[in-house]
């Protein structure tokens, strides 16, 4: 009975893995076989670095993308155990960390073994061991978010930065590139508020921004808010309040609802990251690396803005719509 | 208590049937070598897959034997713990928000400069009193654990994010954390001991001592008697309620040291990572033969239910599986070992 179970779970996973890969491809290359890691495998970002991915293994040829994440959202033990389940069967590694320390010395271990990691998305602490890492310029997104509100507001009034989530480092910076720039660009900006965080959530920054909102609806002009969940929030809330519109709204990350915002006048700029690119330009320094090629450091993806102007132009639309890997 | 030892079967002493079949009726889920043969069954499976699939053989490597076994020492170790309440009948679904109370405890009083002389010994003692709290309430509510600790896991995750501040509680890695600590789990070269990290090792010396301690303590007999029939128990004379108190607070002992483990592997404390740890740690035990409803359950089976878990996850990344077919294997494995294990108490009953 029980060998009977065995042997058919033994079958169950013979099925589901049918396809046949050796060392090398049908004219004898050599073929590399690279685990991508994101950080989570269900956010609609994450489809699209795996498009970007995809794309550059095709484009190369010999190079074979083997997709997984930790099994829940945020699961560091996970993606710790995902790096370390790939020791030996892999060629190389991209990584998008969960946390700059935790994934520190997994790294290490990975590299030990004569694997070389490219890191992606989200920074880590020590960069000794790694080729490269490739993301978004955060602060100059924030920048690029305080300039299009100075466009709006053309250059004065009174605006509220709603910060994320303390000891997030992403959007810490993305808040002081806002800060300063306004600062140094537009000195006739005045900032009412800087200090509050909104949470995780898009329920804990509705309720953040509408305390917000609402203590200073009398003078306030425009908000920024940080990232998806935090803008999704104060969309919302700046609906109940009825100052959509009256309010300026810049947004960091696209979701649906924020880009029809944009048709609207209930959101006025979004900034964008490019997850394609993210996922293409890891895969293609990697392997240029693997061949002995010299490869840069740093490397920035790009940050734009979306406005109700420019939104029906072929590249943003691509961006506020990327495409996605499995559709 | 009937499982302790093996029931000789009515066949052993006649001379049908054959010795093959007598062999496999000895098999016993209870003593943990039918798991052990299912395990290697799977660790076979992987290797000629990982050969078949990807054209390597990384899997059956002793680097990755090794690596997987300080992967599931967390487990591991909270699992022994679980071992002892589910043979007792109970259930702690608060273990994986102990244990990253615990890792925060740990990190928080590293991070004050307290040193590892303090912050271990407290580490262990969240442990201890989350279990003793869990047995209170149990003994003192007469409430179901099932209940209780439904409600201590939320209450140990908000007093985690009130100790962290709602953060990351993040040590220096090279100032405050000794080494020992930092590489307590794992594999890199310098801190093995024959071949092993300590962790391994602290793991393998304590599922000795448990094993011991349910084989021939006198409480491990007052446990088993409450996990068989807990009114009998009663009657016997057994003090019900210091019992549980007692057996909780041990099982959070093995909570602690995995506080432990977790904070160095990690080398940071935050509350929010043992979300959903209780469910690997009672899968662990469920695999390796323990029965919910009480009085069964070994130090053998539930190690290897823990490595068995490791195994598949390192198996499934090392062939490519996407991720939601490691989690409907897992989900497989786990019906068919309680299948398995109701089959055979069926069989038992009719002998």
Same mark, same amino acid.
């Given at each position: ?12 996973? #013979? ?44 484009? +190369?040829?010999?190079?074979? +993308?083997?997709?997984?994440?930790? =099994? ?29 320390? &935790? ?9 030990? =073994? ?37 466009? +709006? ?8 930065? /709603? ?8 959007? =810490?910076?993305?808040?002081?590139? #806002? /800060? ?11 900032? /009412? ?37 935090? &803008? ?10 009825? /100052? ?84 | ?131 003793? *709290? ?8 007469? *409430? ?130 043992? *979300? ?76």
């Amino acid at each position: 009975m029980k060998r009977f179970a065995v042997l058919l779970l033994a079958l169950a996973l #013979f099925g589901c893995s049918e396809a046949n890969h050796s060392g090398t491809g049908p004219n004898g290359e050599k073929i590399y076989r690279l685990a991508v890691i994101p950080k989570g495998t269900t956010h609609e970002f994450w489809k699209s670095v795996h498009y970007g991915a995809e794309q550059a293994a095709k484009e +190369i040829g010999n190079v074979e +993308i083997v997709w997984r994440g930790p =099994q829940l959202e945020n699961d560091r033990k996970g993606q710790i155990s995902v790096v370390q389940n790939f020791i030996g069967s892999v060629d190389g590694m991209v990584l998008a960390p969960l946390d700059s320390q &935790a994934l520190v010395s997994p790294v290490s271990q990975v590299v030990d =073994q004569g694997i070389p990691v490219l890191i992606f998305d989200s920074g880590l602490n020590d960069t000794s061991k790694i080729v490269s890492y490739v993301a978004t310029d955060n602060y100059k997104g924030g920048a690029l978010a305080a300039r299009r509100m100075g466009e +709006i507001l053309n250059g004065e009034g009174d605006v509220i930065l /709603l910060r994320y989530n303390e000891g997030s480092e992403s959007t =810490q910076q993305r808040e002081e590139g #806002f /800060l300063e720039t306004l600062k140094e660009e537009f000195p006739n900006i005045n900032i /009412l508020s800087s200090d509050q965080y909104a949470g995780t959530t898009p329920q804990s920054s509705l309720s953040k921004a509408k305390q917000m909102l609402d203590t200073f609806k009398n003078e306030v002009d425009g908000i920024f808010a940080v990232c998806e969940p935090n &803008a999704a929030g104060t969309l919302q809330a700046l609906k109940d309040l009825n /100052l959509t519109g009256k309010v300026k709204l810049v947004a960091f990350d696209p979701n649906a609802e924020l880009v029809a915002g944009l048709s609207n006048d209930s959101v006025h700029g979004i900034v964008l990251q490019d997850p394609v690119a993210m996922g293409y330009k890891s895969v293609k320094n990697l392997i240029a690396h693997m061949q002995g090629e010299e490869v840069e450091q740093r490397i920035d993806t790009g940050e734009f803005v979306a406005t109700p102007e420019n939104k029906d132009e072929e590249r943003m639309q691509e961006l506020l719509h990327p495409p996605q890997f499995g559709e | 208590m009937s499982s302790k030892e093996t029931k000789p079967s009515p066949s052993e002493s006649t001379t049908e049937p054959g010795a093959l079949r007598r062999f496999f009726r000895r098999i016993d889920f209870s003593k943990g070598l039918a798991q052990f043969g299912v395990l290697v069954l799977i660790m076979l499976f992987f290797s000629v897959a990982e050969w078949l699939v990807t054209g390597r053989t990384s899997f059956s490597t002793s680097f990755n034997i090794i690596m997987m076994a300080s992967q599931a020492s967390t487990i591991a170790i909270a699992a022994l713990g679980m071992t002892i309440i589910i043979i007792a009948g109970g259930i702690d679904l608060s273990v994986g928000t102990a244990i990253a109370l615990c890792g925060t405890v740990c990190a928080w009083f590293l991070r004050e400069d307290y040193g590892a002389a303090v912050a271990i010994p407290l580490t262990l003692l969240t442990g201890v009193v989350c279990g003793a *709290v869990n047995g209170m309430l149990i003994s003192f509510l007469r *409430v179901v654990p099932f209940i209780i600790t439904l409600g201590t896991m939320s209450l140990f995750l908000g007093i985690g994010k009130l100790l962290s501040g709602s953060t990351t509680v993040r040590p220096d890695e090279s100032s405050q954390v000794p080494h020992w600590l930092s590489n307590f789990a794992t594999t890199s070269a310098d801190t093995t001991i024959l071949g092993l990290p300590p962790g391994v090792w602290t793991l393998l010396a304590i599922a000795v001592l448990t094993y011991l301690f349910l084989r021939y303590s006198v409480f491990s007999r007052y446990i088993f008697a409450l996990g068989s029939n807990e009114s009998t128990a009663r009657l016997c004379g057994i003090n019900i309620p210091l019992t549980k108190i007692a057996l909780y607070a041990l099982a959070g002992f093995f909570v602690g040291l995995a506080g432990m483990y977790q904070f160095s592997e990690l080398s940071e404390g935050s509350p929010t990572d043992g *979300v959903g740890l209780e469910l690997k740690v009672i899968a662990a035990v469920v695999i390796g033969g323990g029965s919910l409803n009480g009085g069964r359950g070994t130090v053998q089976g539930t190690l290897i239910g823990s490595y068995l878990i490791f195994v598949i996850d390192n198996g499934c990344t090392k062939i490519g599986l996407p991720n939601h077919l490691t989690d409907i294997t897992l989900g497989v494995i786990i019906i068919t070992a309680v299948a398995i294990d109701q089959w055979r108490q069926r069989r038992l009953e009719r002998s």
